[in-house]
C-alpha cells in the first residue's frame, strides 16, 4: 500500500513539476504546505502516534474493551478540539509564520502575500491530518496496516486532479493546489471512518483532559513534541535559509527530497509503523529477549534494502529527475541543481532510515526524554553544518548553494544514529546479534558490484536529455532492474540467505 502511495506521489510530483516548474510561486507553494505538514509529524505521526499507540497498546492488552473505547473517545474530544484550535491560530497567524519561516520572500515583490494567502487556506489540514493519524494509530494497534498505508493515496489523487482540471480555469493556477491540500485532508479522514466503525472504535469525541490515559498520553507527548520536532525544526531552518538563495532552491530541495521520500517510506516509515506496535506489546510483556530480537531484525531488513536504495539513487539521480520531471516548466538547469542537491540527500538515506527505526525502541517503552535530548543535540549540529557547508558556497556565487543544507541534514541524521544506538546498547535494550559483521561485507561489495553495473551500462546524462518520454521511461526500468538484479545475485553469491531475515522477522 505503501508502494502503490509513493508512485501516485511520483506522479502527483511530475504533474507538479511539469504544470508549475520551480518558480516564486512554486516556492510559495511549497513552503504553505510544508508549514502545516511541519505540525502535522510533530503533533499527528510524530509525537502524538508515538505516545498513543503505546498506552492504547497497554489499555488493549491490559483493559476491558468498553475502558479501550472510553479512551478512544476522550483522546478524540480532547486531541481535537486542541488541534481545532491549533489550526484557527495558525489560519490568523498566517503573515506572522510565513515571516518567521519564509523571511527572504519578503525582499520579493508579491511573493510573500501570495504565501500568506496560501497558507490561511492549507493550514486547516492540519486538523484533518492528525485526526487521520489518531485513526492510524488505532489501526495499527490492532495490525491493521493496509488502509492507513493507502489513505494517503487520496491526498495524491485530490493533487493531481486539483492541478490538472481545476488549475487551468484559475487566474493565479497555483492557488488550485492550496485547495488542494484542504480538500485532500477532508477526503482522507472521511474514507477511514467506515473501517474504523468496522472494528466498533468509531470515537464519540467527549471532553476528557482529566481521563488517566489522556493525562499519560500528554506526559508522553510533550517532550515527544520536542524529539519529533528535531526533524521538523531542521527542515524548516533548511527552508529559512534556502528562502535568502537564488529562486528555485526551496523547489530544488523539494523535488530532490521527494525521491529520497519514497524509499524513505517504503522502507523506515514501514518498518518503524509495523515494529512500534510489537515492541510495546514485548515491552508489557516484559519480553526482553524479543525486545532486543525486534530491534536487531529491523536494523538489518533495514541495511539489506535500505543502502543499495541509496546506492541507486545516487547513481540514478540524473536519470530519474529527468524522466520524472523534466519537460514544461522544468527545465535542463533544474535537473542539475535537484540533481546536486538529490546526490547529498543519497548520502543521508541510511541515516534518516535507521533513525526510524531505532526511535520506536524508545517510544515503545514510553521514554521520550531520551530521543529529545538526542534530538536535540543532533539538532544542533544540523544547523552549525549548515552555515559551515552553506556559507563558503555562497561566498563563491555558487548558484548550487542549497546542496550545502541537504548535506548539512545527511550528515546530522548519522549524529543522531550514533547517539540513538549508543543509549539503546547503554540501557541494556539492545544487545546486537551475531553475523552483523559478515552481513555489512556482504551487503556492501553487492551494492558495490550493483553500482559498477550501473554506471558501466546506463546512458550518459545528455542522451538522456535527448530521449522521448517513453524512452526515458524504459531505459530507467532496465538501469533498475538491472541493478536489483546484480545487487541479488552477488548477495546470494557470497552466501547470504533471504530465508534467515525472513525466519528471523516471523
Known amino acids: 500500500m505503501t508502494m502503490l502511495s509513493r508512485i501516485l506521489g511520483f506522479a502527483r510530483d511530475m504533474v507538479f513539476a511539469r504544470l508549475f516548474g520551480a518558480d516564486a510561486t512554486t516556492d510559495a507553494f511549497f513552503l504553505a504546505f510544508k508549514i502545516p505538514n511541519f505540525l502535522r509529524r510533530l503533533f499527528a505521526e510524530g509525537a502524538f502516534s508515538q505516545s498513543f499507540v503505546p498506552v492504547f497498546t497497554e489499555y488493549k492488552e491490559t483493559k476491558g474493551e468498553s475502558e479501550l473505547k472510553h479512551l478512544v473517545d476522550n483522546v478524540a474530544g480532547t486531541f481535537g478540539t486542541v488541534l481545532l484550535g491549533v489550526s484557527i491560530s495558525g489560519v490568523i ?12 520572500f519578503m525582499d520579493e515583490p508579491g511573493k510573500y ?40 493515496i487520496f491526498l ?55 481521563h488517566p490515559g489522556v493525562q499519560k498520553i500528554k506526559d508522553l507527548m510533550l517532550p515527544a513534541i520536542f524529539g519529533s520536532s528535531v526533524v521538523q525544526i531542521n527542515l524548516l ?27 524513505l517510506g517504503l522502507l523506515g516509515i514501514a518498518l518503524a509503523t509495523v515494529i512500534l506496535p510489537k515492541l510495546s506489546k514485548d515491552h508489557t510483556q516484559a519480553s526482553v529477549t524479543q525486545f532486543s530480537q525486534t530491534m536487531d531484525w529491523a536494523l538489518r531488513s533495514a541495511l539489506v534494502m535500505g543502502l543499495p536504495a541509496a546506492i541507486g539513487l545516487i547513481c540514478l539521480a540524473g536519470p530519474m ?21 538529490l546526490t547529498a540527500y543519497s548520502l543521508g538515506l541510511m541515516g534518516f532510515i535507521f533513525v526510524k527505526v531505532l526511535a520506536p525502541g524508545f517510544y515503545a517503552r514510553q521514554d521520550t ?42 550528515t546530522s541524521a548519522y549524529i543522531n544514529v550514533w547517539l540513538l544506538f549508543r543509549a539503546l546498547r547503554k540501557q541494556g535494550h539492545y544487545q546486537p546479534l551475531a553475523g552483523w559483521g559478515k552481513l555489512a561485507i556482504q551487503v556492501i561489495l553487492a ?10 551500462l546506463s546512458p550518459s546524462i545528455p542522451d538522456w536529455i535527448t530521449m522521448n518520454p517513453w524512452q526515458r521511461v524504459l531505459e530507467l526500468g532496465l538501469a533498475i532492474l538491472l541493478g536489483f538484479g546484480v545487487y541479488l545475485l552477488s548477495l546470494l553469491a557470497t552466501g547470504f540467505k533471504l530465508k534467515s531475515l525472513y525466519q528471523m522477522g516471523a
Not at 529527475?321 to 542537491?341: K, N, P, W
Open 237 to 263: 531552518f533548511d527552508t529559512l535559509i534556502a528562502s535568502f538563495l537564488i529562486t528555485g532552491s526551496i523547489s530544488w530541495l523539494y523535488y530532490s527530497d521527494r525521491l529520497v521520500e519514497f524509499p
Open 447 to 456: 551494492c558495490g558490484l550493483m553500482a559498477l553495473a550501473i554506471n558501466t
Open 156 to 210: 495524491n489523487l485530490v493533487f493531481i486532479g486539483m492541478a490538472v482540471w481545476v488549475s487551468p480555469g484559475l487566474e493565479r493556477p497555483i492557488m488550485a493546489l492550496a485547495w488542494a491540500v484542504f480538500l485532500a485532508g477532508f477526503v482522507q479522514l472521511l474514507f477511514q471512518i467506515p473501517f474504523l466503525m468496522r472494528l466498533k472504535m468509531m470515537p464519540r469525541p467527549r471532553w476528557g483532559w482529566k
Open 113 to 152: 502575500e501570495l504565501a500568506v494567502e496560501m497558507l490561511r487556506i492549507t493550514f486547516p489540514y492540519l486538523f484533518f491530518i492528525a485526526l487521520v493519524a489518531f485513526a492510524g494509530g488505532i489501526f495499527n494497534s490492532f495490525n491493521q496496516f493496509a488502509v492507513p498505508a493507502f489513505t494517503p
Open 369 to 410: 526524554k531520551t530521543p529529545v535530548k538526542i534530538g536535540i543535540i543532533a539538532m544542533l549540529a544540523n544547523m552549525v553544518l549548515n552555515v559551515l557547508f552553506v556559507v563558503p558556497l555562497v561566498m563563491t556565487d555558487f548558484d548550487g548553494a542549497h546542496t550545502g543544507l541537504a548535506l548539512a541534514t545527511a
Open 321 to 341: 529527475l529527468i524522466t520524472l520531471f523534466f519537460g514544461g516548466q522544468f527545465t535542463e538547469r533544474d535537473v542539475s541543481m535537484a540533481t546536486l542537491s
Open 93 to 104: 497567524a498566517a503573515p506572522l509564520l510565513i515571516m518567521l519561516f519564509g523571511p527572504g
